[in-house]
């Protein structure tokens, strides 16, 4: 069964430093999102991306964060200078059109130190 | 006003009863309504989605929607020990590219 994958599942980085979280999202699926939730709260979202372009953002996601589609299957979310509130679980998801369901990834577990 | 709520819990249930968790929403323009569950440290799981108004079975699980109570829920019929997780709700609203989440609700299943 087609699914969401996720790189790294945990990634320890120092405070300031730049992160990149990778995701596969299922093939024939067209509408890719990124979404967070810090221990104990909420899926909050993030970022959802369309036609390689970026159709509907959170306030969360200021200039420190920018995704990218590099090729035909990633999909990027790339945190430029870390802080130790960015710690979270970070999901992909995707969605085969832009009402359906979106199934999502293992998630990648950030901590920031 | 929270956009979509949901009871934290915990709800505690006996193996075997039924569980009906409950979900409302603010934007009357939503039209995509969705179950996932999540266990603690695990991505949300797809249970159940719903489009329009009434009662979708799939197994062991119904969902229920009502547009006009803006309220939507989930029912698990002879609950089991490995359903219990927290159970999140999620609302897509035309002219949106987002899923909105609850709080989610803590199912204890009690063997």
């Known amino acids: 069964e087609p699914e969401v994958t996720q790189t790294p599942s945990h990634q320890v980085t120092q405070m300031g430093q730049e992160v990149i979280l990778r995701c596969v999202p299922i093939?024939?699926?067209?509408?890719f999102y990124w979404y967070r939730q810090i221990l104990g709260q909420k899926v909050e979202f993030l970022v959802s991306?369309?036609?390689?372009?970026?159709?509907?953002k959170s306030e969360i996601f200021d200039d420190q964060f920018s995704v990218e589609r590099p090729d035909g299957s990633n999909f990027t979310l790339k945190i430029r200078s870390t802080k130790l509130e960015d710690s979270a679980m970070y999901f992909c998801?995707?969605?085969?059109?832009?009402?359906?369901?979106?199934?999502f990834g293992q998630g990648t577990r950030l901590t920031v130190v | 006003q929270k956009e979509v709520e949901q009871n934290s819990g915990p709800l505690s249930v006996p193996e075997g009863a039924i569980a009906s968790l409950n979900c409302t929403y603010s934007d009357r323009g939503s039209q995509s309504f969705f179950w996932y569950r999540q266990y603690s440290g695990k991505s949300p799981e797809l249970i159940m989605s719903?489009?329009?108004?009434g009662d979708k079975e799939d197994g062991r699980f119904t969902a229920q929607l009502n547009k006009a109570s803006q309220y939507v829920s989930l029912l698990i019929r002879d609950s089991q020990p490995s359903d219990s997780a927290t159970y999140l709700c999620a609302v897509k609203t035309s002219g949106t590219y987002k899923y909105i989440f609850g709080t989610g609700t803590r199912l204890k299943v009690l063997a």
């Open positions: 719903i489009y329009s108004n």
């Open positions: 093939s024939n699926h067209l509408y």
């Open positions: 991306f369309y036609n390689n372009e970026i159709s509907e």
């Open positions: 998801a995707s969605s085969r059109t832009l009402n359906t369901e979106a199934f």
